[in-house]
């Protein structure tokens, strides 16, 4: 199946001070890719849809200022936390959905990066 | 997209199969039913799809009832690597750009 990673795996920062995060499709090409939050012993959340090209769509609760995502081309995505603070340490995953895999293989899959878990001190 | 419902947690024993259900009452016609996994730290991995008919892949089983109400994902020879969070999400396919919506899954633990 494609491959999407992530850049870093895990990360340390101090408080005030800004993490970028790297999304990747490594073997296919993705207009659309998503972000999601993931705290200890909960579910994934939604943080925002990132389209190619053009502004993300955030969700609803998601500071958008805070979170900045940049979708520069088909197969890279950035999500930077700005002036991060302990309460948004989390697990941050990415996902991409292949069209080509819809078109191949009737299949609507999203693949999803391995995450990267964020720890503000 | 339709909502799930899914028990929190399940137990099996290593080598025997786990049937995983999930319920689905307000499926629309259009809607298949998906299930992803994630282990634990790691992103969540698909695993299998249906409309209407019974699939089989190489890592599981998916057996949805007639009335499309509910359905049992099966891991015929359950090992100690398939402890898991498993989600069943049930959307329209080829949905463009609508993302996966997780629900809280069945958290699966594999007992040697």
């Known amino acids: 199946g494609a491959v999407v990673s992530q850049h870093p795996s895990r990360v340390i920062c101090k408080s005030g001070t800004s993490v970028k995060i790297e999304c990747r499709s490594l073997?296919?090409?993705?207009?659309?890719m998503f972000w999601y939050r993931q705290f200890p012993k909960q579910s994934l959340m939604l943080m925002a849809t990132?389209?190619?090209?053009?502004?993300?769509?955030?969700e609803q609760g998601v500071e958008k200022d805070k979170f900045l995502i940049n979708h520069a081309s088909l197969t890279l995505s950035t999500l930077t936390v700005t002036s991060a603070h302990p309460e948004d340490s989390s697990f941050y995953i990415c996902?991409?959905?292949?069209?080509?895999?819809?078109?191949?293989?009737?299949?609507?899959?999203?693949?999803f990066g391995p995450g990267t878990r964020l720890t503000v001190l | 997209d339709a909502k799930t419902t899914q028990p929190p947690s399940m137990d099996c024993a290593e080598g025997r199969a786990a049937n995983l259900p999930c319920n689905h009452s307000?499926?629309?016609?259009?809607?298949?039913v998906y299930w992803y996994r994630q282990i634990h730290s790691q992103g969540p991995q698909y695993i299998i799809h249906?409309?209407?008919n019974n699939e089989t892949n190489e890592m599981a089983s998916l057996i949805i009832t007639e009335d499309r109400k509910s359905s049992t994902l099966i891991l015929p020879h359950a090992t100690l690597r398939d402890t898991a969070v498993y989600y069943c999400?049930?959307?329209?396919?080829?949905?463009?750009?609508?993302?996966?919506?997780f629900g809280k899954g069945t958290r699966l633990s594999v007992i040697a």
């Open positions: 999400i049930v959307r329209v396919a080829n949905s463009g750009n609508t993302p996966l919506v």
């Open positions: 996902s991409a959905r292949d069209r080509g895999g819809y078109r191949d293989r009737g299949v609507d899959e999203q693949f």
């Open positions: 073997d296919f090409q993705a207009t659309t």
């Open positions: 990132s389209n190619e090209g053009s502004k993300a769509t955030y």
């Open positions: 249906g409309l209407k």
């Open positions: 307000t499926i629309s016609g259009n809607e298949y």
